[in-house]
């Protein structure tokens, strides 16, 4: 069983993995608009990856008998002045879900849950590989650039990713999951 505490910082979690699944549809959107596909596919993959997060923490929260919320959420926003920009604001939004996961396994840690603290090292492993993705991924832009022919090139980057699903991206915990 939950202490009421635990139960509603999970809860906050899950409405936090719901805001990374719509912001990443909505960069999705942004990229499909200006015509970066594979950079689409790549995001609106991702977008789907989180609601799997998300689903994964209310079905624990089920497990334990407490009563998950959904809550609501501010709308993502909808302009990013460049691709790196974008996927500068990926790559924080990430560093931001990972204090997030951090604070839930210290509250973990001292109350003590050992259950919860079991179940939030999926997520500490997922976001080990996701600041690995991330950041790789803003390197390579960094380093093509977006002059020229760079942004087709990180396009292709990018669908090669998705096509693989994330396999590419590899870390010394395992496979990112994209
Ligand atoms: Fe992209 O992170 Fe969920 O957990």
Redesign the pocket.
């Known amino acids: 069983m939950l202490s009421q505490k635990m139960a509603d910082r999970l809860n906050h ?1 899950i409405n ?2 719901m805001y ?1 699944s719509h912001l ?1 549809l909505q960069m999705s959107c942004w990229c499909a608009y200006q015509s970066l596909d594979g950079c689409a596919t790549f995001l609106s993959q ?1 977008a789907t ?2 609601m799997g ?2 689903h994964r923490l209310l079905q624990y929260l089920q497990e334990t008998g407490a009563l998950a919320i959904l809550g609501g959420m501010e709308a993502p926003p909808t302009e990013f002045g460049s691709l790196i920009e974008l996927f500068e604001k990926v790559y924080q ?2 560093l931001v ?1 990972t204090s997030k ?1 951090n604070d839930l396994v210290h509250l973990a840690t001292t109350e003590p849950d050992y259950s919860t603290l079991q179940f939030l090292q999926w ?1 500490v492993a ?2 080990h590989q ?1 600041e690995f993705l991330f950041k790789g991924i803003l390197d390579k832009i960094k380093l093509i650039g977006v002059e020229g022919q760079g942004m087709f090139l990180i396009d292709r980057e990018l669908e090669k990713i998705a096509m693989t699903n994330g396999k590419e991206a590899t870390s010394m915990t395992g496979t990112a999951a994209v």
């Open positions: 979690q936090l993995e990374s990443y991702h990856e989180e997060h998300m939004h990430e879900v996961i997520y997922e976001q996701e």
